[in-house]
C-alpha cells in the first residue's frame, strides 16, 4: 500500500452567478507552444503528489499503476493538457480525509490572485476513487476547460463525486459510475455545452445537479435509487435530456427551476418516484415530449405558476398494467408500499399557456389532467384516457379545470365516450 501526502487546499468560496448567453464572451483556448511535455510513471515516485508535480508545464500523461492509494490530504494538479489515467478500478485512490476535502482538486495554481486564470484539457480516466461520510467532494475542479472525466468510478464520498466550478468551456463526464456520495453524484455550476452521457448514477442524495448553465447534453445514463431527487437543473436554458432511464428516486425525478428556458425534455423512463416525475417549477418555452411516466405516485408532471408557454406531447401515463385487466403490481405493491400508482399532470393555479395533445392516460390514481385554481390559455387535444381517476369518486372526470379557466378541449377520447358495442 502506498501513503501519499500533500499540501492542503487553499479554501474557495463557491457561490451563485448568473450567467447570460448574450454577455458572456467564448473563452480562447491558448495558442499552441513548445513547451515540453512528458509521460510520468507514478509508481517511480514517492507518492502521488510528487508523480503529479513531476509534470512539467507543457502538461502530458500521468500512469497511475494498479494499487490503493491511501491520501488524507487533496491531490492537486495545476498542469494544462494533463491526463491522469490509471489501471481501472484496481487503481485506487482512498480520500481518509475527515475534515471535509476533497480526493483529487484541479485547480490553477493562480485562481486565487488571477480569477480570470484558467487551465485547458485536464482529464481524468480509469481509476476509482472513494472517500467517508466525513471527506469531501471525490473530485473537485475549478476553472478547467473542456475538462473531461471517462471510466471513473466515484463512491462514498461525503460531498459531492464530481463538482465542476466555472468549467465554462465544454466539461465532459462519460462512462463513468458515481455512486453513493452523500451529495450530488455531479454538480455543475456555471458550465457551458455540458455532455454527461452514458453514465451509472445510484444511491446518491442526488444524482445531478446543473445551475447557472447552458446547453446541457444529458444522455443514456441510468440513474437509480436516489435518496434526493433525480436531475435539477436551474437557470440554465438550450439544453436536452433525452434517453435516461430514472427510477425511484425519494424525491422527484426532473425539476427545472429559477428560469429554466429552451429545454426539451425526451424519450426518457420515469419509473417510480415518490414524489414527482417531472417538476416544470419556473421553466418557460420548454417541451415534455415522448416520455414514459410509470408508478409515479404524486404527479407525473407539475406544472407551476412560473411555468408559461410549454407543450407536454406524446407522453404516456400509466400504471402496472400489462393486459388483460391485470396489473403487475398490487399485491406486491400493499406489500413492500410499492403501491399501483399512476398519476397525471398537474397543472397549478396562474399557468398562462400551455399545450397538451396526443398523450396517453392510463390506470391513474388521479384525473388525467387537473388544475389547482384559474388557468389561461391551455390546450388539451388528441389525448386518449382510459380507466382515470381509480381513487377519485366514482364517475369523476378526467379532466378537472377550475372555474373561469381559459381552456379549449377537442377532440380526445376518453373511456366515457367509448361506444358500448360497434356501431
Not at 80 to 105: C, D, K, M, S, W
Not at 159 to 169: F, K, L, Q
Not at 348 to 377: D, M, Q, R, Y
Amino acid at each position: 500500500m502506498k501513503t501519499i501526502s500533500c499540501l492542503l487546499l487553499v479554501p474557495v468560496l463557491l457561490c451563485e452567478m448568473t450567467v447570460s448567453a448574450q454577455t458572456v464572451p467564448a473563452p480562447t483556448a491558448p495558442a499552441n507552444t513548445a513547451l515540453p511535455t512528458a509521460t510520468v510513471d507514478a509508481g517511480k515516485h514517492p507518492n502521488l503528489q510528487a508523480a503529479l508535480d513531476a509534470v512539467p508545464e507543457g502538461g502530458g500523461v500521468v500512469m497511475i499503476p494498479p494499487g490503493n492509494y491511501v491520501i488524507k490530504e487533496p491531490l492537486l494538479v495545476h498542469t494544462a493538457e494533463t491526463r491522469i489515467v490509471g489501471g481501472g478500478a484496481a487503481t485506487h485512490i482512498i480520500n481518509q480525509n475527515e475534515e471535509g476535502e476533497p480526493a483529487l482538486v484541479l485547480r490553477p495554481a493562480k485562481l486565487d490572485t488571477d480569477k480570470k486564470a484558467r487551465l485547458w484539457r485536464v482529464q481524468v480516466a480509469d481509476l476509482r476513487v472513494s472517500g467517508n461520510e466525513k471527506s469531501g467532494d471525490g473530485i473537485f475542479a475549478e476553472g478547467i476547460q473542456e475538462v473531461y472525466f471517462e471510466g471513473v468510478s466515484i463512491d462514498h464520498h461525503g460531498g459531492n463525486g464530481i463538482h465542476m466550478v466555472n468549467c465554462t468551456e465544454d466539461p465532459r463526464v462519460a462512462d463513468c459510475i458515481i455512486t453513493y456520495n452523500k451529495r450530488s453524484g455531479v454538480e455543475i455550476l456555471g458550465g457551458h455545452d455540458i455532455v454527461v452521457n452514458g453514465n451509472h448514477f445510484e444511491e446518491n442524495q442526488d444524482a445531478l445537479r446543473c445551475y447557472d448553465a447552458f446547453n446541457l447534453c444529458m444522455n443514456g445514463n441510468n440513474i437509480d435509487d436516489h435518496l434526493g431527487d433525480g436531475v435539477v437543473i436551474e437557470n440554465t436554458y438550450g439544453s436536452v435530456l433525452s434517453g435516461n432511464m430514472i427510477e425511484e428516486c425519494n424525491g422527484t425525478a426532473v425539476i427545472l427551476d429559477r428560469d429554466c428556458y429552451g429545454i426539451t425534455l425526451s424519450a426518457n423512463v420515469i419509473a417510480h418516484h415518490l414524489k414527482g416525475g417531472m417538476d416544470l417549477r419556473d421553466a418557460c418555452g420548454c417541451t415534455v415530449s415522448g416520455n414514459t411516466f410509470v408508478l409515479v405516485h404524486e404527479f407525473s408532471v407539475r406544472v407551476a405558476d412560473d411555468s408559461e408557454r410549454n407543450t407536454i406531447s406524446g407522453n404516456t401515463f400509466t400504471n402496472s398494467y400489462i393486459g388483460g385487466g391485470k396489473n403487475k403490481r398490487p399485491e406486491e405493491g400493499a406489500q413492500l408500499m410499492m403501491i399501483d400508482a399512476g398519476t397525471g399532470v398537474l397543472v397549478e393555479e396562474g399557468v398562462n399557456g400551455l399545450a397538451l395533445n396526443g398523450n396517453t392516460f392510463s390506470g391513474l390514481s388521479t384525473a388525467a389532467v387537473w388544475s389547482t385554481g384559474v388557468v389561461k390559455n391551455v390546450l388539451v387535444t388528441s389525448n386518449l384516457c382510459v380507466d382515470c381517476g381509480r381513487k377519485l369518486a366514482k364517475k369523476s372526470p378526467w379532466l378537472v379545470f377550475a372555474p373561469r379557466s381559459t381552456v379549449v378541449i377537442k377532440d380526445n377520447l376518453d373511456e366515457s365516450s367509448f361506444p358500448s358495442s360497434p356501431p
